[in-house]
């Protein structure tokens, strides 16, 4: 091979190359526009030039602490200023973040501190007796730090920890942060959900973090200066980058202690918010809320929503409210959301029934990731491109994960012949757009025919009485499992098996209507998921003799 001329002599030095970080999103905005209003809280308004200062304050005072390169800092917070101040301080002193569930019980949060060798946690007052109990069942000893949120209104109990406040006031707020050593450098660890075995502990680095974040701003179409609602909790994927993303183009952050009708509404008005991200649950939560807490909004606002594709009513509800809504895809793995349905002008003059449609699939890849595809797991090649045939969905680039945090088992088998294997199926539509069809363990095989589970939910969201659902698995004596559907009826309606039952009929081939029909409130996760894992142990226990 012969040699690049274009190589020689032309090394990289500190003049030409530093490694990318997100960290020098927030040292412009301070620099350009120190009075500009960060973070909106409550009562508080923090400019830009006080949140760079206190991010620097929490990161020296860390570091006086003998926290450096290599260290994890834990965070169980809710969507606080504090928050925010830790995606900065803590990697700014070398550290990784370790942002954790608020609404994990104690023995995987005492898991996760342990296998993340955690040295300092942070954590709010509100959650203090839950950390207590972690800590009682972890291995290790961090040091702990209380953070008093002015919003939280309840009784103060005395804890042995160190007040947040003072913390900072130990710090230097022109305290020299250090940048990466490399921007594979670990700047976060998140941990995946764990229902069919120990969490696994996602490791995301610097350059990820730096594109996923200005990815988040143009796929968004995010002006300068947008205004950011927190319904998204911000320990959930480092709240998909968006705490990076809003100081790249100094943006407002509206911070949101609990989610709820009125204080959203109140937030979208008062506030004059642009863009909010959160699971269908929350756009339900909103549009079900009372006229008398709804606002009307002079503007359209950007709702950004994952998991299960909205109904075709609630995407109506929501365009009548002033929403669009934006469908996105990605994993933990992946930093959060890397895929985008990528709307076409020419889709809004089509009838609403194939608009849904259309916005149910997850998309294209987003703008920092390099490859997506769904393949056949055997062969690796790419599944016709007919929107029919099956495959699982992978992904190659700068935005996926550096792996799983001391597992390198896991690893290898994540990121097998040269792509991250997602778990998830899905087809490939004609036009390059990506649709899943399931979770590899959520398939119902039922007499040697595969069921998406997916397929029959859509066919149920279609029924005016169904506000939620999940199909899952359930035995079946004579075709080994069959689909058993879970329903949240919406609010006003009434529904029984019986008209479900003919409902599915009209809807789906005769071998996918489900067997059991269970009315019922669906188990979500914190970030809005709904716990299928819960659903298939209940199915389990239901009667065989009740299926026919």
Known sequence: ??????????????????????????????????????????????????????SRQLAS???????????TVSALLANTPAMLECHYGVPMCGAVLHSINTRLDAAIIAFQLDHA?????????????LLQLALALATVKPIVIQYDDAEFDSP?????AKDYEALLAEGDPNFAWLMPEDEWDAISINYTSGTTGDPKGVVSHHRGAYLLAQGNALTASMPKHAVYLWTLPMFHCNG??????????IGTHVCLRQVRAEPIWNALADERVTHLCGAPIVMSLMISAPEAVKRDLDRTVQFFTAAAPPPEKLLADMRTAGFDVTHLYGLTETYGPAVVNDWHESWSDLPPARQAALKSRQGVRYLPLEQLDVLDTDTMQPVPRDGQTMGEVMFRGNVVMKGYFRNPKATKEAFAGGWFHSGD???????????????SKDVIISGGENISSIEVEEALYRHPAVAVTAVVAMPHEKWGET????IELAPGHHADAAAMKDWCRKELAAFKVPRCFV?????RTSTGKIQKFVLREHAKTISIESVS
């Open 156 to 160: 103060r109990a005395e804890v042995a």
């Open 240 to 249: 998909w980058c968006f705490p990076w993303t809003l100081s790249a183009i």
């Open 117 to 129: 060798m955690s040295r300092v946690v942070i954590a709010d007052r509100e959650f203090m007796p």
């Open 425 to 439: 199926l899905g087809v490939m539509h004609p036009d390059g757009y990506i649709q899943l069809k399931d979770r």
């Open 61 to 71: 005072a860390l570091t006086q602490m003998g926290i450096g390169r290599g260290d």
């Open 483 to 486: 689909p058993c559907a879970f």
């Open 519 to 523: 009315f019922t409130a669906i188990p």
């Open 1 to 54: 091979m012969k040699p690049n001329p274009y190589n020689t002599d032309l090394d990289r030095t500190p003049a030409n190359f530093q490694p990318l970080t997100p960290l020098t999103f927030l040292e412009r905005a301070a620099a350009v526009f120190p009075d500009y209003t960060a973070i909106i809280h409550g009562k508080l308004r923090r400019s830009y030039a006080a949140f760079y200062s206190r």
